[in-house]
């Protein structure tokens, strides 16, 4: 059974940083596309970040780039997200993805985790 569940969320005052981590099982994910999305309240879900698993190239969208490193534990099979210098409205719940597919959109992601809900206080 496979599995992504994410962790690392909280409150955090703006200026602050997290580390979400995203711990993957029940399959092998070298062949993987690693996505980070998050989903603010009333709005659209939103690409954050992807790596490929294995040879560890990362993408980020300009919305993303300078605040947002994605990285991978090989031995932990765990996939990070650090958010550095947060505001307000990275406030959301923030989802890990495993796709097939080099790709920004989450219909290419097959699996899903449950979230880990980011709250920025200003």
Excluded: H
């Amino acid at each position: 059974q496979v599995q992504l569940v994410e962790s690392g969320g909280g409150l955090v005052q703006a200026g602050g940083s997290l580390r979400l981590s995203c711990a993957a099982s029940g399959r092998t994910f070298s062949n993987y596309v690693m996505g980070w999305f998050r989903q603010a309240p009333g709005k659209e879900r939103q690409f954050v970040a992807r790596i490929m698993w294995n040879r560890g190239m990362t993408y980020y969208p300009d919305s993303a780039k300078g605040r947002f490193t994605i990285s991978r534990d090989n031995a932990k099979n765990t996939v990070l997200l650090q958010v550095n210098s947060l505001k307000p409205e990275d406030t959301a719940v923030y989802y890990c993805a495993a796709g097939r597919s080099w790709s920004r959109y989450e219909f290419d992601y097959d699996y899903w985790g449950q979230g880990t809900q980011v709250t920025v206080s200003s």
